[in-house]
């Protein structure tokens, strides 16, 4: 109820502040017997860890995932699972100016509006690390979404600042996305999307972007009327996501401009099955899954940490004056990618247990 | 559990079906003492309504709320709220023709797909008709939050195809929304907007169109860590509307492109309060209110029913070819302006309760 | 939230005054499918009815339930279905004494309390009419258990005042229960308890008792750890009936005087399966079905709406006298007897389907 | 969903086996700004330890508790608290026996059929060693509860075999409690009860008994209609301990055989306020708190854990005999008693929280 929790049957609750004892989540309604290590759990986390390139934050954190509890003999049990990941030392002096000052487009201020005082060290519960947590429990969903039922899920960078890739989402693959350090499938894009995040990074500045999902081999009935459509929760589970500022699915912004005789998507038959012939919709009728795939885009605003000078207040109602120590991320874009797959996945595998549940 | 549930506390479940014997909500957590009648919650639904103006469909329904728990001498008790609206008699007849084919972009292949069978009388449960029911409920909530709380709603049609309209959203009254019938304040675009909704509807087609949606005087403090932010519930409760592809908040998909030396809101004190002097971010930080305004962006696709002949598939896997009997809303955005202030209505509401549990 | 709803996936959520306009039940998540007609619930409620014999209260209310939606072609769609029974029309002026004064026992004060003010008409909110809403959700689920489970539940009267039935559980009937107005399967007692409401009844006073529920072949694997228990939630389910004082399940109070040794069920190979011998367990370990008969006992206070006079005081604080005008239960079992049914039925459905999401 | 959480404001998920690497909790919803130390929650935690007197268990588990995140300089900070205990080793081939067998009375089997498989070292998740973890998120609540609002929660043992109390629920203090190992304040039953429990461990076996729980100051109007009713919610908190067979409030089973008349509570004026005379129901009407003290009783059977050798079967459906290794608890009533009030205020707490948001 107080926020932290996400999905109905496949339910994660996560936990921690930048600068406590831990960031970690609790897993509840996991099936039992997925077969899972702490490494393949490692993997999706290392794609999201500060340091990985010259265009991520310097920031060196291990993210080491630990597996305390519901994991027995290499195999989920079907009982709550713990992982865990500790915080690393730290120097709270680092952190001191921020105890009295609201950086601007930061949580500092809201934060403590709502609770009436802050973990001031770092940006506390606000802090991104708290996404590790998600992808995390994520990953589990992912192998059960893939190996059992062969759903795929993938993401990539299709837009920094105002370069735009040129890819098709129906035949991108996960090796093209990690081929390059921004994960944008278009390489020449991709080159120019580079250097502008470093020009932007030497400007002690940063910039948005957009990353493009895709979720491939949903099968038809998936999502549940009224509220729960996919689109819905998918909007939901984007928008949980720091910096995210907007979500459009099928033909999303562009679409509003056709006329409905070219937006639908007309049935036929296909190899035996029924299926459409285009699918501006982004893969739900209603908000349940036809089985064509679903597609949908993401925009993150620039990250509103900077190196730059800017003006703000304090908790006395004083202007001062803010420059950020320096070790935070030009664009958020290719870290988020890991978890823009993650809510994908948390998403999808909820949806399947529902409806499991009520049709299966 | 099954998705026909929308907020946490000020809870609502909505029921019925397009040609079935009612349409209703029950709603959960209302406080108690409000003072509401069936005029006022009529008032919103009228808005809503269907034949209300040349450019919406000509269908008559009546849509009469009733009020058959949870009242008592003309305020909420606390307890559950039935609020019900009884279907008119229809001939069955009208709709034989969709007992067997799928509609393009309509949920009538995805239904079957997911409960082996499907109400074939109009649209069944994925009926817009549904909405009726979030608006009656939420009509209650508007009624405590404007009063007790100062709380503003309000929402417009910004852009119908192609035709955009100019407005500052931090002046708009709803007066002015009301002015015409298309409900987008700037008289100028509006004209025109209605025009196009007029050659389309005569053309046997639809169009698209944005809503902007504003809220106002919200207090800082609302929304909760970190899935439950407001944007997050904002964009699934936006998203949960029929025809909707598109939800972007504050600077949304433009803001991609700035710096973040461009995008950051600086605080200042003004009046003696802490204030922000831009509100790129739409009035959140970390999900949670900033006391500025929250302002967001809408997108709806054309709506799928349309006159023109489309090609089509039936049960039996046959091509067919398919065409709307008539009585369609050409644009939905004018009967939907209500819909989106009564589910920004819930999202505040739910937040408002679920901040004073914790923090009040 | 506010503590109208039960249930997980198999969801009800009812509404309703004594005095108000309808009273009734929206059940979500309910598999679609099931055939049913309005005649089978209205035959579980007419167990439940007023005025079915000379010991139950003379009120006559018809309590014709009506299916509103979540219903097609005699089956439930797994849309939300939306149980209605009209209220009766009644003179307001029978119950103005109960305007000031709060009656003992009754919620009438408490209701008060919370809500600051309350429906004065009848119990409100809290009139025993409500569990006809139950009783109505419920017989979706025990024809589904009943005829795609092969699960049996039933109870009844084992106990009024101090007349104790002798029944063995494991082979009693639902022709033998429903054998006499008392809704006790020992022919002897049931004569005895008869006796004892009627003098009751003339002294104007109520009397309580004892319920004992049995539901039969459950397959082992249903329950949820650690706090969803199937004992826990039986117990939830129960002690929410209206007079409902205290329940145990298996060898309950009498067990604590018992040895470990004695107590235990030890397990044993029957007819190629792992079965107990014993079974003071009542048919879960770690809260989770064994597979065996679960058993339980419901225990009922006498009623607190009496005619004979008694103290009490008013709103304004004065001490005032009152007396019920008659039209009352003196004992509410036989007319309980299908509600524990019910209450049984809901809690099995749901754990059924919770079952089925993470582990079928 | 899966069963692992109890309340719904103020909400605790629990995770851990008995022998992976934790058991603790999150807790999410906690107001912020409770002052309390790992000391304070440590304090509860002791009482439940094993090893603490010669009628316990000789395993000495240190059970000491972490505060990981949600806490900072002193405080709660309102965003989840995870509080966690390391299991110590152990050595696995100590369980070997238990890898193949189902322990008479426990939740092996069980947890193998509803899972397909089980963790086998002691008894996983099935364990008592989680209801630590309830202790620990419940040492929050208590401070908050007696702190801010007065309300004080106790229980005592109050039954053993068939040793009986003689206890004035009313005017027994925490010092009396704690004044002995049984935990009884009836000096002279506490010494009938020890030497009865040291009786039961000398012949390997174990006996049952009931613990009185008492929450006195409850405000009149928490408690949600009609399901969510305090003496429900109660009763499935108890009823989810282990071990417990049984849950009566107020009168309970005694209560059935009372008339209306003598049963009823009288209203009266006390001291300028509206009470009652008598105090039959147990603190509450319609579900709803009166102002009046909460009691209730709690049965525990006999822990199924026994040195006495026993008659069971293996997986492979052979007979076989085992008898426990030896560290059993020949009674868990002492140990159990702070479960009771950790349950008791989580209740409370989650009620108080609730009827804030919608009254408050």
């Given at each position: 109820?107080?926020?932290?929790?996400f999905?109905?049957?496949?339910?994660?609750?996560?936990f921690g502040?930048?600068?406590?004892?831990?960031?970690?989540?609790?897993?509840?309604?996991?099936?039992?017997?997925?077969?899972?290590?702490?490494e393949?759990?490692?993997?999706?986390?290392d794609?999201?860890?500060?340091?990985?390139?010259?265009?991520?934050?310097?920031?060196?954190?291990?993210?080491?995932?630990?597996?305390?509890?519901?994991?027995?003999?290499?195999?989920?049990?079907?009982?709550?699972?713990?992982?865990?990941?500790?915080?690393?030392?730290?120097?709270?002096?680092?952190?001191?100016?921020?105890?009295?000052?609201?950086?601007?487009?930061?949580?500092d201020?809201t934060?403590?509006a709502?609770y009436?005082?802050?973990?001031?060290?770092?940006?506390?519960?606000?802090?991104?690390?708290?996404?590790?947590?998600?992808?995390?429990?994520?990953?589990?969903?992912?192998?059960?979404?893939?190996?059992?039922?062969?759903?795929?899920?993938?993401?990539?960078?299709?837009?920094?600042?105002?370069?735009?890739?040129?890819?098709?989402?129906?035949?991108?693959?996960?090796?093209q996305?990690?081929?390059?350090?921004?994960?944008?499938?278009?390489?020449?894009?991709?080159?120019?999307?580079?250097?502008?995040?470093?020009?932007?990074?030497?400007?002690g500045?940063?910039?948005?972007?957009?990353?493009?999902?895709?979720?491939?081999?949903?099968?038809?009935?998936?999502?549940?009327?009224?509220?729960?459509?996919?689109?819905?929760?998918?909007?939901?589970?984007?928008?949980?996501?720091?910096?995210?500022?907007?979500?459009?699915?099928?033909?999303?912004?562009?679409?509003?401009?056709?006329?409905?005789s070219?937006?639908?998507?007309?049935?036929?038959?296909?190899?035996?099955?029924?299926?459409?012939?285009?699918?501006?919709?982004g893969?739900?009728?209603?908000?349940?899954?036809?089985?064509?795939?679903?597609?949908?885009?993401?925009?993150?605003?620039?990250?509103?940490?900077?190196?730059?000078?800017?003006?703000?207040?304090?908790?006395k109602?004083?202007?001062?004056?803010?420059?950020?120590?320096?070790?935070?991320?030009?664009?958020?874009?290719?870290?988020?990618?890991?978890?823009?797959?993650?809510?994908?996945?948390?998403?999808?595998?909820?949806?399947?247990?529902?409806?499991?549940?009520?049709?299966?």
């Amino acid at each position: 109820m107080a926020g932290n929790s996400f999905g109905q049957l496949f339910r994660i609750t996560t936990f921690g502040e930048s600068h406590g004892g831990a960031v970690g989540v609790v897993l509840d309604g996991c099936p039992p017997g997925i077969e899972i290590t702490e490494e393949e759990i490692q993997k999706q986390l290392d794609r999201r860890r500060p340091g990985q390139s010259k265009i991520t934050t310097p920031r060196k954190e291990a993210d080491r995932i630990k597996i305390l509890s519901g994991y027995f003999e290499g195999k989920t049990t079907g009982t709550p699972m713990l992982l865990i990941a500790y915080n690393e030392e730290y120097e709270s002096d680092d952190y001191l100016e921020l105890k009295e000052a609201y950086r601007p487009s930061h949580a500092d201020f809201t934060y403590e509006a709502k609770y009436g005082f802050r973990d001031w060290r770092g940006s506390g519960r606000a802090s991104a690390r708290e996404t590790l947590a998600r992808v995390a429990a994520a990953a589990v969903a992912q192998k059960y979404l893939k190996e059992k039922l062969g759903i795929e899920i993938l993401s990539y960078v299709d837009q920094v600042g105002d370069i735009k890739a040129d890819i098709d989402f129906n035949t991108v693959t996960p090796e093209q996305i990690e081929s390059n350090i921004i994960r944008c499938p278009d390489q020449s894009a991709a080159e120019k999307m580079i250097a502008l995040v470093e020009k932007v990074k030497a400007e002690g500045d940063s910039i948005g972007g957009v990353i493009q999902g895709v979720i491939r081999n949903v099968p038809a009935g998936l999502g549940e009327p009224v509220f729960d459509k996919i689109p819905a929760d998918l909007a939901k589970a984007m928008m949980s996501i720091n910096a995210v500022k907007g979500f459009e699915i099928g033909s999303g912004f562009a679409g509003v401009s056709q006329r409905g005789s070219e937006h639908n998507d007309p049935f036929e038959i296909r190899d035996g099955e029924i299926r459409t012939k285009t699918n501006n919709a982004g893969g739900t009728y209603g908000g349940i899954s036809s089985g064509e795939t679903i597609h949908f885009r993401v925009a993150f605003k620039p990250v509103s940490t900077i190196k730059k000078e800017q003006d703000t207040v304090n908790r006395k109602k004083e202007a001062v004056k803010l420059s950020a120590a320096g070790r935070h991320d030009p664009c958020v874009l290719p870290r988020a990618v890991p978890i823009v797959d993650a809510m994908s996945a948390l998403v999808i595998m909820d949806h399947y247990l529902r409806n499991k549940a009520q049709n299966g």
